[in-house]
């Protein structure tokens, strides 16, 4: 007797390609930031503090999708090596505001054009409607995943 095969063909399904695109990003990626001594949750927090200086500790680990710790000894290290500065006392609360240093903004420079280059490469087969079409659709399923669990 045939055993009724149930659960998702992972060729086709859109879950498992977009953790398998997210893990060929990731790889490509760390490859060309490992040699500027970085990786990804380091430039994220570069990235980061460049957009929206003043992030706190928590709000930076929300971005680089890492722990409220891992985001702090990172911190730690960017602070010690000159990359970022952060205030002496809160302003309000606990929270500590990073700042990007002027060193932060040269070794982010570098990294973004590498990085850059790794997402030109991931899209340069789409058609600029279509790379437009895959950000809106991976907008949208960002969306539906961000409501309550039905």
Same mark, same amino acid.
Request: charge should be neutral; hydrophobic fraction near 40%; proline fraction near 4%.
């Given at each position: 007797?045939?055993q009724?095969?149930?659960?998702? +063909?992972?060729?086709?399904?859109?879950?498992?390609l977009?953790?398998?695109?997210?893990?060929?990003?990731?790889?490509?990626? #760390?490859?060309? /930031?490992? !040699?500027l001594?970085? +990786?990804?949750?380091?430039?994220s927090?570069?990235?980061?503090?460049?957009?929206?200086?003043?992030?706190?500790?928590?709000?930076?680990?929300?971005?680089?999708?890492?722990?409220?710790?891992?985001?702090?000894? /990172? /911190?730690?290290?960017?602070?010690?090596?000159?990359?970022?500065?952060?205030?002496?006392? *809160?302003?309000?609360?606990? *929270?500590? !505001?990073?700042?990007?240093?002027?060193?932060?903004?040269?070794? /982010?420079? #570098?990294?973004?054009?590498?990085?850059?280059?790794?997402?030109t490469?991931?899209?340069?087969?789409?058609t600029? *409607?279509?790379?437009?079409q895959?950000?809106?659709?991976?907008?949208?399923?960002?969306?539906?995943l961000?409501?309550p669990?039905?």
């Open positions: 007797m045939d009724v095969r149930t659960g998702i +063909n992972l060729e086709t399904s859109p879950g498992y977009l953790k398998e695109a997210a893990s060929a990003l990731r790889t490509s990626m #760390e490859a060309v /930031l490992r !040699p001594g970085m +990786n990804i949750t380091h430039y927090c570069l990235e980061l503090l460049a957009q929206r200086p003043g992030l706190s500790n928590a709000e930076l680990a929300r971005g680089a999708f890492v722990s409220r710790q891992s985001m702090n000894v /990172l /911190l730690q290290s960017l602070e010690r090596d000159g990359l970022v500065s952060r205030a002496e006392q *809160a302003p309000s609360g606990r *929270a500590l !505001p990073t700042r990007l240093t002027s060193r932060g903004e040269l070794q /982010l420079r #570098e990294a973004s054009a590498a990085v850059k280059a790794v997402e490469r991931m899209h340069a087969d789409l600029a *409607a279509e790379l437009g895959l950000q809106d659709l991976l907008g949208r399923c960002i969306t539906g961000s409501g669990v039905a």
